[in-house]
Each structure stands twice: as structure tokens, then as C-alpha cells.
């Protein structure tokens, strides 16, 4: 075969192998191409999509920072109160200091000021705006009362600061290079009508961008929620004007979190991102410049089409398909395994728990936050479910609106109350997403979680803080440097009286009463100046006036930076305290001051018994001396005499004493003639006053018929130891009794007795002492006049017994004027029983007189001084030393006319006897014999009792011989009939 021949064989072999090898090629081509093509797209959007997550970061991260600066300015604004001593027109002119320095702390501040209700700055830490006028009402949009106690932002003024700014609208909004600045406003509380105004520095904010975003790629924009622009990196945006997108302002309004793939600025193609500020009325819009985006996109597709080009030329025209389809491969390798580790990345080293399940919510991965945080190992995780996690604090409608909510919305968010594996409760804040394959389809569940049980623990602890605080038995007040309070709580309150509202920004000294040294003000701020706390008492003054005292602990308070910021006082109100020591000093004081005046007394009492003691003793051993003259023994006995009658008196004065005080004084009620009575006591003293050359004088100042009803013989007492008082204290001159009708009501009367006299006076300062029981005004004077003291004591405790009083008026050298009132029952004429007879209690029925009396006395001295009197008054008698004895003498017959019986005897008393005798009188019908008790005891109860035992009356020891014969003829001539 010829070649030609050959050739038109191959040829369509070649042909159809060449046209087979076209066709492949062609094929491998277009599917090169369109795999190239397909591949771009997805770098394309897989570009975007990186560029949105990053925008994405940046807006949260421009929104953390937008935050956290303004609620530092909300945080400062609303403690500002604290940092000035009083805002107020006065002192705001001093703040610029403190101003000035509380905004160098915070750059995103131009300026802080305070204002008045009017709008005038009275103090600023920028010197310039003092004394400006500020229009609130053209930037502020709620200055009402709703706006009180909240920061309010207004629109931003065109200007650096308030000293050359203007306000600025939508219609003329912040020129195209002007600075400018955002006004923020809060009322300062406890101060009514001042507000503070920070000027934010929207320059720290675009320098924070400047910083961290590429100005060429992305464009930021802060608007508030009526779309008024704050901020903007976008040329040709005017600050102050209104944004014209309201398709983005609504959505970014509705959902606050939220992305616009597929966005126009400006008629070119962007990426927007928003985000709302998370407590402030603001929105962070990010927009992306899709063109400027895809740029380097475009250059890498270009050449990587150039690349796969020269890939495919030089695969089909080496390998063919095989060499393009393998670098088409190892690109989308490469892309999705950047894809891959920048999403394990982020799963890796994200500080929130995250967990990811599959479509039958088995767990298929976690990451190292969830398993730091919860406590289990991944392990113990992986093909479970999370309901291994619940706690049971939640109902199974709780859960089930959940999911509900994610299979409409495809997400969820709210707190969760978990249990980590060691059973501790985990707090959450969840936000659980639904992942979707692309048939739509649910392929994944996605958990996302930050764990906020400090933060909850730490709300509870500073809710239980406050509450024990609040609730503290102990006033506590919380001051500035100042001072000023700042700070009360309920219990201050309670103890000063003053509301919160009344001392808050006051000076504490607004408690003081200047009952408090100097000194310990002194030494409180020295110790606070040294940062140490104080301890002390204040004496205070409540509101109403009032003082009471209080134990103070005042401490300084340090900030985190170790810098004393305020003062804390703990205080506790020691009044009670403080008046429970006084009262037991006093009682201490007077104890003591008895203690002592006993004490003397005791002294004296010792001295006024010894002296009479001494004259019966002496005189007694000169009586039993031999040789002794007739009118010698009448002298030693008449000594004798007078001293036992002053011993009796003593101790009378003892006793009455004794039964005021033990309160066992009961008054024998009479008819008493006040004018007679005055009469008869200074008879009585008349030749004591004549002895010693004094004018005793007797005065009535009233009615002459006047009668009462009173005890007569306390009332004698009373008068005696007053006139016996003035004549043994004055040495020449006068004493004058006098007696005068007070007050005369119905059926009653007020009767004033009183003695006057010209001795030696008393000084005032002594006169206290005059009437106190066991005090006496001077010893030296009771040594010279003797006494023992006792008698004004006496006469005040009767004189309060008759419903009355006492006083005294005296000076040195010029008298004394006592007097005493009673309150008695007036008695009328028909009334007046001027003698009430004694009637004996017994009714003796012998008809002779005692001729015969048996006396019954255990002691010998006492029975020979009964004998002598009865010897002496002729009467004959027989004795014997018990009530056995007497009882039985009785009983055996020959019967005395009287019994003279002891009380107080061994054996059987005279009690007992009286008793046995009478029982025998009575069960032999024997007539009553008299029996006259004898007993050293001289209270009333004491000769009541001697009634009730059936005596028929009563002489007390010593018996006095006068005494003794007349009581023994009265009953002879009861018993006369």
C-alpha cells in the first residue's frame, strides 16, 4: 500500500482519534473551567463571609468599647454625688479641681461641669465653660422629673466644648471638618436642680477605629435609635444629621443584632453589620465595601485563571485533565482546610462553653471551656445528650417552649440553672443555634454558654451586704473627704430622729451639741489622717433637740487604688448605758455619804450615851463611897436622874427614828386646839428659856375656835424638838413659836408651825443637810450645844406622814426660821371633843384598891427598882421570876388586887401567863384580875400585842415613879367602880 493510501487510513483514524481527543479536551476544558469558575465563587463568598465575621468582631468589639466607656461616664455621673462634699451654688465653684481631675482619668471625656436648673455651668473641669449658658432644652430631649436618675445623651453639638459650641439638627448638622462633641445629662440626686454634663470626645472612639479597622475597607456609623448620627469614618456623613436608610435603622432598631449580606451605601454593593449598644439608646453599623473587598480576590482569581490556564494548556497539551483536576483539588483543600483550623481555633480558645450535638441532640464535640467549666471530661460527654447536665430547677414547659422557639427562629437565648459533675449549680446564660444542611434540614444544635454564677454570687453577696447594713442595730453613716454624708441607714433614723433626705450631702456636724471636747474632734481626724480607724463617744443632739450619747467607730474606706475615698462611722447609742452609770455613781455617792454620815453619827451617838453613862456610873460610885452628907447623896442622885431622863430621850429619838424608817408609825388621831397646843409646849420649855435669859414668846395668827383633827402628841414632839433646837442654839436674845392657818378648804385645813430664834444661824450651803437622817450641819457645833441630831430628821418624816412639808430660812449670826406644815381634817364646833377619857381594855369587877400587887420580873435590878417604888408609894407586894411562878401563885390562891408582869422571861414568857390566866378566870368564873405589862419595848405593836394577850395596860422600861402611881390609881379607882 501506497502511503497516500496510508495516510487516508490513518487519517480518519487520527481524525476521529484527534476529533475524540478535541472532544475530551474540549470537555476537560469546559469542565476545567467551570469547576475553576465554581471554585472562584465559592473563594468569593467564602472572602465575604470572612469579611463579614470580621466586621462582625469589630462591631462587637467597637461596641464593648462604645459600652463600657459610656458606663463608666454613667458609673461617674451617678456617683459624682459622692465625690463632691455639697453641689450646690454655693461650694460648685471649689469642684473644679476635683472635675478636672476626675476627667483626666477618662479620655473619652472632654469635659465634666456641673450645671443649675437654668443651664448655667457654675463648675467645669474645663476653666472656659464656667459661666456659660447652656440651653438644655435644645440638646437634652427629657429634662422632666421621668428623667431623673437616669443619663440622658443628647445630639451632638458642633464645637469642642460647651464654651464655643453650637447645637446642631438634622437641618444644619456638624459641618464636614468641625469638631465636635456628645452632651450627656444627669441630675445630681439629693440636689435639686443641679446636673451634671460630661462632653464626650467623639475623637477617642474614630482614634479606637483608626487603630483596629482598615479605613479603606470599612466604614463605621454610632446613631441613637431616632437615627440621629454620632459617629461616622465615612466622608460626605454628617454628624448631627439623620440617616436616610430607614429600611436598616427599623431592622437594626427591631433586632439589635443582626447582619445585611446584600446592602447598598451610596448605590455601591456593601456588607452591613449592626449591633445595639447593649445600655445605651445607640447602634454600632458596620458597612464593607464589597468592591473594595473582592479587590485582592480579583487580583488572586485572575491569577489563579491565568495559572489554571497555563495548568490546563500545559495539561492538555503533557497530561490533560489530570494534572488541572488535581490542582483544582489541592486548592479547594487548601481552602477548606483554612477553613477548618480557623473554626477549630475559635472553638479551641473561646472562653464561652460550647457544645455541639448532632440532629438527635447527641453530643459530638465539646470544647476546653465547656469541660473546664463544667467538670466533666470529654469523654464522659460524647454520643450523650445534654439533659445529663439539668439540674431539675426547671419544669418540662420550660424546656419545651425552648425548643419550640428554636425550631421557629432557629435560636434561643436566656438563663439556665445547670449542675456541674461535682453537683454544684452552674448559672448560665445560653444561646442555643440550630445549623441547617442545605436541603434545609436540621443537621446540628449548637451551644453556646457563658457561666455567670460569680456574677450571681457576687449580686447576692453584695444584696445581703446592703440588707445587713440596712438592717444594722447600729446607726451607720457613710461620708465623703469633705465630710459630707452621703450615706445612712434606717437604724440613724430611729436613733437621731433626721430622714435620709434631710442629712444626705450635710455635714455630720449637723449632729453635734457641743457638749463634746475638743479634743476628741482632734484626735479623730488625726487618726483618720494617718488612715487609722477611731474609737470614742460623741455627745449628740437628736432632732428634736434632744441629747443622747453614742460609741463611735469611724473608719476610712480605700478605693482599688489604695487612695482613701470615704469615711464609715459605726455608732451605738449609749444613753441608757451612759444614764444607768450616772445613776449608779449617784447611788454610790450617796451610799458613801451615808455610809459616813452613820458613821458620825455612830461617833456622836457614842459621845451623847458615854456623857450621861458617865454621870450615872460616876455619880453611882460616889454614892457607895461611906461618909457621904445627906444633901451630897440628894445632889449624886438628882445627876443620877437627869442623866438616865437624857438616856431615855436619846433613845426614844433612836426608836422614833427607827419605826419612821421601817415605816410602822401609825398617828393616834385626836382633837387637837393648834393655839392651846403652842401654848402648853412653850410652857413646858419656859423655865429652860428663863435659865438661860431668853424671851420665849407664844403666837397664834388665827381664829381662836380653831380645832382639827391630827395626833396631838407628834405634833407636841414635832414643836418640842424644834423649840428645844432654838433654845439650845441661842445664847441671848429671843425664840418664838407661832402657829397660822395656811389654806382652809371644805372639811379641810393646812396648819403652818414655826419656831424663830436669835442664835447662830445657819450657812446656806449646810441647810441640805438639816433634815437628812444621820447628817449633821457641824460636829463641832453639836459638841459644843450637844444632841445627837436626830430631831429635824424626825420632824421632816412626820411633817410628810401628816400629808405636810418643813423648811428653814437662816443666815450666820442672825437666827433661824424653821417651820413645818401640816394637812389635817377640820373639826366643827358641835364636834370638838376637847378630852377623850382612856377606858381600860379590861373591866376589872374588885371592888378594893390594889393593895396587894404581884410582880412578875426575871431581872433582879429591874425587880428591886419596882420594889423600892411600891415600898415607896406604900403598897404592899410579892415577887417571883417567871410567868410559871406567876401562874401558879395566882391558881394557888390568895389572889392580889394587880400583876405587874414582865414580857420578856425565861421559862414562860408574860404573854403565855396572861394567857393561862385568863383561861382559868374564865373556865372557874373568876373575876378579871388587872395585869399591867412591863417591857423595855416601846413601839405600838409592841403594846397591841400585850392588849391581845389579855393585859389590861401597858408602862414601858425604865418605869417612871410618877408614872407607876398613877397608872396604879387609875386602876384603884377603876376598880372602886
Not at 450641819?777 to 430628821?793: H, M
Not at 423648811?807 to 378630852?835: C, L, M, N, T, Y
Not at 427598882?865 to 408609894?873: H, R
Request: proline residues 4%.
Amino acid at each position: 500500500m501506497s502511503s497516500l493510501a496510508a495516510r487516508d487510513v490513518i487519517q480518519p483514524a487520527r481524525q476521529r482519534y484527534l476529533s475524540l481527543l478535541f472532544i475530551l479536551q474540549a470537555l476537560l476544558a469546559v469542565v476545567v473551567v467551570a469547576g475553576t469558575l465554581s471554585g472562584l465563587r465559592d473563594m468569593r463568598e467564602e472572602v465575604l463571609k470572612g469579611h463579614l465575621r470580621q466586621a462582625s468582631l469589630q462591631v462587637r468589639g467597637f461596641e464593648d468599647h462604645v459600652s463600657q466607656n459610656l458606663f463608666l461616664v454613667d458609673l461617674m455621673l451617678t456617683n459624682l454625688p459622692e465625690l463632691l462634699a455639697d453641689p450646690r451654688l454655693g461650694n460648685a465653684k471649689n469642684h473644679g479641681g476635683l472635675l478636672q481631675s476626675i476627667q483626666r482619668q477618662m479620655p473619652a471625656l472632654r469635659s465634666l461641669s456641673i450645671a443649675g436648673a437654668d443651664g448655667r455651668i457654675l463648675a467645669s473641669s474645663s476653666a472656659g465653660n464656667v459661666g456659660v449658658q447652656v440651653d438644655l432644652s435644645a440638646y437634652l430631649p427629657l429634662v422632666a422629673d421621668e428623667g431623673r436618675g437616669v443619663t440622658r445623651f443628647g445630639v451632638p453639638r458642633e464645637g469642642r466644648d460647651f464654651s464655643s459650641s453650637r447645637v446642631t439638627s438634622p437641618a444644619k448638622p456638624v459641618g464636614a471638618r468641625a469638631s465636635y462633641f456628645l452632651p450627656a445629662v444627669r441630675h445630681l440626686p439629693g440636689s435639686p436642680g443641679l446636673m451634671a454634663i460630661a462632653a464626650i470626645n467623639p475623637d477617642y472612639f474614630l482614634n479606637h477605629i483608626g487603630r483596629h479597622v482598615d479605613s479603606g475597607l470599612r466604614h463605621f456609623m454610632l446613631f441613637d435609635y431616632q437615627g440621629v448620627l454620632t459617629l461616622s469614618t465615612l466622608d460626605g456623613q454628617h454628624v448631627g444629621s439623620r440617616i436616610d436608610d430607614e429600611k436598616l435603622l427599623n431592622q437594626a432598631r427591631d433586632l439589635e443584632i443582626g447582619e445585611i449580606p446584600d446592602d447598598d451605601v451610596r448605590g455601591r454593593p456593601a456588607l452591613t453589620v449592626y449591633r445595639a449598644l447593649r445600655s445605651h439608646p445607640f447602634l454600632v453599623v458596620a458597612h464593607v465595601d464589597r468592591e473594595t473587598a473582592l479587590v485582592q480576590w480579583k487580583q488572586e482569581a485572575a491569577a489563579r485563571l491565568l495559572l489554571v490556564g497555563f495548568a490546563l494548556v500545559a495539561t492538555l497539551l503533557i497530561t490533560g485533565l489530570l494534572t488541572f483536576r488535581l490542582r483544582a483539588h489541592f486548592v479547594r483543600e487548601a481552602g477548606l482546610l483554612e477553613a477548618q483550623r480557623l473554626a477549630a481555633s475559635v472553638f479551641a480558645h473561646s472562653h464561652d462553653g460550647i457544645l455541639v450535638t448532632d440532629a438527635r441532640k447527641r453530643t459530638l464535640a465539646v470544647n476546653p471551656s465547656f469541660t473546664a467549666i463544667t467538670g466533666y471530661a470529654e469523654a464522659d460527654i460524647l454520643g450523650e445528650t445534654p439533659r445529663f447536665l439539668s439540674s431539675g430547677r426547671h419544669s418540662g414547659d420550660f424546656f419545651a417552649d425552648m425548643w419550640r422557639k428554636i425550631d421557629s427562629t432557629g435560636v434561643w437565648q436566656g438563663e439556665v440553672i445547670n449542675r456541674r459533675k461535682d453537683g454544684s449549680e452552674l448559672m448560665e446564660w445560653l444561646t442555643i443555634s440550630s445549623i441547617r444542611d442545605a436541603a434545609g434540614s436540621v443537621s446540628n444544635y449548637v451551644g453556646v454558654f457563658e457561666d455567670t454564677t460569680a456574677l450571681r454570687d457576687r449580686e447576692r453577696t453584695i444584696r445581703q451586704l446592703s440588707m445587713a447594713v440596712e438592717q444594722s442595730p447600729s446607726s451607720i453613716v457613710i461620708t465623703t473627704l469633705e465630710p459630707a454624708i452621703v450615706y445612712v441607714n434606717s437604724h440613724f433614723t430611729t436613733a437621731t430622729g433626721f430622714l435620709p433626705e434631710e442629712v444626705i450631702g450635710q455635714n455630720p456636724r449637723i449632729l453635734q451639741s457641743k457638749l463634746t471636747p475638743n479634743e476628741t474632734f482632734v484626735a479623730l481626724w488625726a487618726s483618720l489622717a494617718a488612715g487609722e480607724s477611731w474609737e470614742g463617744e460623741f455627745v449628740n443632739r437628736r432632732k428634736d433637740g434632744s441629747i443622747y450619747y453614742e460609741y463611735a467607730t469611724v473608719a476610712p474606706i480605700k478605693d482599688e487604688f489604695g487612695e482613701i475615698a470615704n469615711y464609715v462611722a459605726i455608732k451605738h447609742d449609749i444613753t441608757e448605758q451612759k444614764r444607768l452609770e450616772s445613776e449608779l455613781r449617784q447611788a454610790r455617792e450617796v451610799a458613801e455619804s451615808a455610809n459616813l454620815a452613820k458613821s458620825r453619827f455612830l461617833a456622836t451617838m457614842s459621845h451623847e450615851i458615854r456623857t450621861p453613862l458617865n454621870g450615872v456610873l460616876g455619880m453611882a460610885q460616889l454614892l457607895l463611897m461611906p461618909g457621904l452628907k445627906e444633901g451630897q447623896c440628894h445632889e449624886y442622885a438628882r445627876v443620877i436622874l437627869n442623866s438616865g431622863q437624857t438616856l431615855l430621850t436619846l433613845l426614844n429619838d433612836i426608836l422614833d427614828l427607827s419605826k419612821i424608817e421601817a415605816g410602822k408609825v401609825e398617828l393616834q388621831i385626836a382633837v387637837v386646839h393648834p393655839e392651846q397646843l403652842i401654848r402648853e409646849t412653850a410652857t413646858l420649855f419656859g423655865e429652860v428659856s428663863r435659865s438661860k435669859g431668853l424671851n420665849l414668846e407664844a403666837v397664834w395668827q388665827g381664829s381662836h375656835d380653831v380645832r382639827c383633827r391630827a395626833d396631838p402628841i407628834r405634833l407636841r414632839q414635832m414643836l418640842s424638838n424644834l423649840v428645844s433646837n432654838a433654845i439650845k442654839f441661842t445664847v441671848e436674845g429671843f425664840v418664838r413659836v407661832e402657829g397660822r392657818e395656811v389654806e382652809t378648804t371644805e372639811g379641810e385645813i393646812v396648819l403652818e408651825f414655826s419656831v424663830t430664834d436669835s442664835g447662830i444661824g445657819i450657812p446656806e450651803y449646810k441647810q441640805s443637810a438639816l433634815f437628812t437622817a444621820f447628817s449633821q450641819v457641824d460636829s463641832s457645833s453639836t459638841r459644843e450645844y450637844g444632841g445627837s441630831g436626830l430631831g429635824l430628821s424626825i420632824v421632816r418624816s412626820l411633817a410628810l406622814l401628816m400629808c405636810g412639808e418643813v423648811g428653814v430660812r437662816s443666815e450666820p449670826d442672825k437666827g433661824s426660821h424653821f417651820w413645818f406644815r401640816i394637812r389635817a381634817q377640820r373639826v366643827a364646833d358641835a364636834d370638838d371633843s376637847r378630852h377623850v377619857a382612856r377606858e381600860p381594855t379590861g373591866s376589872a369587877v374588885s371592888t378594893q384598891p390594889p393593895r396587894f400587887v404581884l410582880v412578875v420580873e426575871d431581872n433582879a435590878t429591874n425587880r428591886l427598882v419596882i420594889e423600892a417604888m411600891l415600898t415607896s408609894l406604900g403598897i404592899r407586894f410579892e415577887s417571883v421570876e417567871n410567868g410559871q411562878e406567876a401562874v401558879d401563885r395566882v391558881m394557888a390562891g390568895n389572889r392580889p388586887d394587880l400583876v405587874l408582869m414582865d414580857c420578856q422571861m425565861p421559862i414562860l414568857d408574860g404573854y403565855g401567863a396572861t394567857k393561862q390566866i385568863r383561861a382559868w378566870e374564865q373556865k372557874n368564873g373568876m373575876a378579871r384580875l388587872p395585869i399591867i405589862a412591863l417591857t423595855a419595848s416601846a413601839y405600838e405593836e409592841d403594846r397591841l400585842a400585850c392588849l391581845a394577850a389579855g393585859m389590861d395596860d401597858f408602862l414601858t422600861k425604865p418605869v417612871n415613879l410618877k408614872s407607876l402611881a398613877a397608872t396604879l390609881d387609875n386602876w384603884s379607882k377603876v376598880a372602886a367602880g
